[in-house]
């Protein structure tokens, strides 16, 4: 989200970004761009792990006196077929895609709540909108967050948004990093290289929700490239 969060950083912003914790060389240069903001603020945040999203909305709340966005964009996809039985594989995207982002939002909404104000953007995924091969349990995933999603939006207080986004084929690592099927890995790569479009389209995607006006919500938004099926 590189040029969309240039032009973010004059706000009080905290950001979160999935990175491989074996690369040693993304981490660091990440950190040493992150310092030059001024009104940023990092920690490192595994989102199995419920504490470490209440850590981090703490730490929010605590530099810059209030909290007022949070996006659940954390996600595996070791996608594969059912039969290839990669079982380890659904519970990890379970645990990152789904209960991750229901820990992120669990963090925030007493803040929200206090607050009587907040926006909640949960990045699901194309693949719950057009289900194909491969993709059934990533997919599944996808769309019970996008379920728990419009169940959120209509629970919330007045003041409190909620928005889900929906990218198709994003130039990101996704595929290389966590598609564990080789065959498969191959094949989406192939699609990627062919239709990919740059991850700023999310980022600009999601500053467009939250720069609405107080009483605007925009619930749902799809961004992929134009010659996706």
Known sequence: MSSVVNDLAPFETIMMRAADPTNAVELPLLRERMRAWRFVAF????VTRRADLEALAGLARERFGRLDVIVNNAGIGP????????????DAMIDVNLKGALYGIAAVLPIFNEQ????VVNVVSTAGLKIVPTM??????KNALRTATEALRQ???????VTEVSPGFIDTTFVDSSVTDPVVREAVGRQKRKLAISQDAIARAIAFAIEQPDDVEIGSIVVRPTAQN
């Open 155 to 161: 629970e919330c207080v007045p003041g409190l948004r």
């Open 43 to 46: 920690r490192r945040v595994d």
């Open 136 to 141: 059934g349990v990533y997919a599944a995933t």
């Open 79 to 90: 996608i594969s077929r059912f039969d290839a039985l990669r079982v380890k594989d659904w």
């Open 116 to 119: 009587r104000s907040g926006h």
